[in-house]
């Protein structure tokens, strides 16, 4: 019995296809690919840096410390971690835009527009507020023991 199941393209795929097809907007999405890919790949050590604050607070003493510390902890693997899922949403959610195909070419150009100044502002901002929280003494010894003094 033969099957008449057609092999539908993978997510990764079918953005891939979007993003190398051989059209006119891809002199501007293969830029926009490499920018939002190369934020990607900066922003992963960010992220690995809050998994590793995660695992100092699991593993370290936190019964007697005091509220602060929990939200200090909070804001501070948000930014960490936010700057790199905001890039790599920025590469998944292109494709998705512009497959809308009852959406007007001026909107797609403008919700694309959208989402690169809007992501690369947030990331921008998270950035800065990751910075700022990491001088409070909250984070002092996590900060002293990983030898993040010199970088902030």
């Not at 907007?25 to 190369?38: H, V």
């Not at 699991?58 to 890039?87: D, K, N, Y």
């Not at 690369?120 to 001088?135: E, F, G, P, Q, Y």
């Amino acid at each position: 019995m033969a099957s008449d199941t057609k092999k539908v393209p993978t997510y990764i795929q079918t953005a891939l296809h979007f993003y190398f097809a051989p059209e006119l907007r891809s002199i501007f999405t293969l830029p926009y690919l490499a920018l939002f890919g190369y934020f990607s790949l900066y922003y992963l050590d960010s992220a690995l840096l809050a998994l590793r604050y995660i695992a100092y607070t699991v593993l370290g003493h936190t019964a007697l410390l005091g509220i602060t510390h929990l939200f200090v902890g909070v804001v501070f693997v948000l930014s960490l971690t936010l700057p790199f899922f905001i890039s790599l949403y920025s590469i998944f959610v292109l494709p998705r835009v512009w497959k809308m195909h009852d959406w007007a070419h001026y909107i797609q150009w403008g919700v694309t527009i959208g989402i690169f100044i809007g992501g690369i502002l947030i990331m921008i901002c998270s950035d800065k507020v990751a910075r700022t929280v990491a001088n409070f003494p909250e984070l002092e010894s996590f900060i002293e023991d990983t030898n993040l003094s010199g970088r902030i």
